[in-house]
């Protein structure tokens, strides 16, 4: 049973940075597909950013790009969102969500989400 554990959420202004981070439990990390989320009050749930196995590949939404990075340390079976130059818009909860494929349309685990507000 895959089990993910967000964290770094929290209050910042717009403009600041921060990062989130995710940890996987109970299965091999390096097999598994990683995925950054958010959804806002009232928004339908986008994804942010993805990155495969071993970092071959990453991808991100045209709102994020030249601001945030998603990487990965298959070590600590973690896998990080580095946010910087917030905006208020980006205020919402963020999911961290993992999947064995290699290029994931769904994926099967999902954490239970930190909060990010940026305020103006």
């Known amino acids: 049973q895959v089990h993910l554990v967000e964290s770094g959420g929290g209050l910042v202004q717009a403009g600041g940075s921060l990062r989130l981070s995710c940890a996987l439990s109970?299965?091999?990390?390096?097999?598994?597909?990683m995925g950054w989320f958010r959804q806002a009050p009232l928004k339908e749930r986008e994804k942010v950013a993805a990155?495969?196995?071993?970092?071959?590949?990453?991808d991100y939404a045209d709102s994020v790009k030249g601001r945030f990075a998603i990487s990965r340390d298959n070590t600590k079976n973690t896998v990080y969102l580095q946010m910087n130059s917030l905006k208020p818009e980006d205020t919402a909860v963020y999911y961290c969500?993992?999947?064995?494929?290699?290029?994931?349309?769904?994926?099967?685990?999902w954490g239970q989400g930190t909060q990010v507000t940026v305020s103006s």
């Open positions: 969500a993992a999947d064995p494929s290699w290029e994931p349309r769904d994926y099967d685990y």
């Open positions: 109970g299965r091999t990390f390096s097999s598994y597909a």
């Open positions: 990155i495969g196995w071993n970092g071959e590949w990453t």
